[in-house]
């Protein structure tokens, strides 16, 4: 029964596997790379989460929702990293991104956080699970830390969204189409995300 609740969730997953199987094909660009790493990102987030979901103890739900931040991390960085390499020439996207190597310190100290929150609780504040259907969810009352993530993780994907639409104007006309796609792809599962945060 679990499994006709998470089909969704296992088809995504999937799904996310043959892009990043696609990805790892043409790797060629180093946009290209970090859409990938995106991919991956979520893959590993959405595979982690179907089997926090199926865990059927509290300290196996929490320790899927530990590696899950593997990709949870990766995610924001990808994406502004995409949009910058992609868009910018040569020469700028390479200062640029040794600049940002700095946007790379809030991802460690989250894992670095998450792994001992049991010490700090900033990431979260309590756990327990609830019932939804045939499934225990783990549920997380987020610490200060998390809110600060989730900040951090949206702003980077604002900036890179926002440079994405600005120069949809001056790329070609199939690469228009292509990055309308990637917009439509990345945009709709965070509309879902939003709305689960605010419940």
Do not use: D
């Amino acid at each position: 029964m679990e499994y006709i609740y998470l089909s969704p969730l296992i088809f995504g997953n999937l799904l996310g596997l043959s892009l990043a199987a696609i990805f790892a094909r043409n790797r060629s660009t180093p946009a290209s790379r970090y859409l990938g790493g995106l991919v991956c990102g979520a893959l590993l987030w959405g595979v982690c989460y179907v089997l926090e979901n199926l865990a059927p103890s509290l300290e196996a739900k929490l320790l899927w929702a530990k590696i899950k931040y593997f990709g949870v991390v990766v995610i924001p960085l990808a994406w502004y990293l995409f949009a910058i390499q992609h868009l910018s020439p040569p020469g700028r996207s390479a200062r640029m991104l040794r600049a940002w190597l700095l946007l790379l310190v809030i991802p460690l100290i989250t894992l670095l956080l998450v792994w001992t929150n049991e010490l700090h609780s900033l990431v979260w504040r309590a756990v327990h699970m609830q019932e939804s259907g045939p499934l225990l969810l783990l549920e997380l009352e987020r610490g200060p830390w998390a809110w600060f993530f989730v900040f951090y993780s949206y702003a980077l994907i604002t900036a890179g969204t926002v440079q994405l639409v600005l120069n949809l104007r001056q790329s070609a006309s199939g690469t228009r189409k292509q990055l309308w796609w990637v917009l439509l792809a990345a945009l709709s599962p965070l509309l879902i995300h939003v709305l689960s945060l605010m419940r």
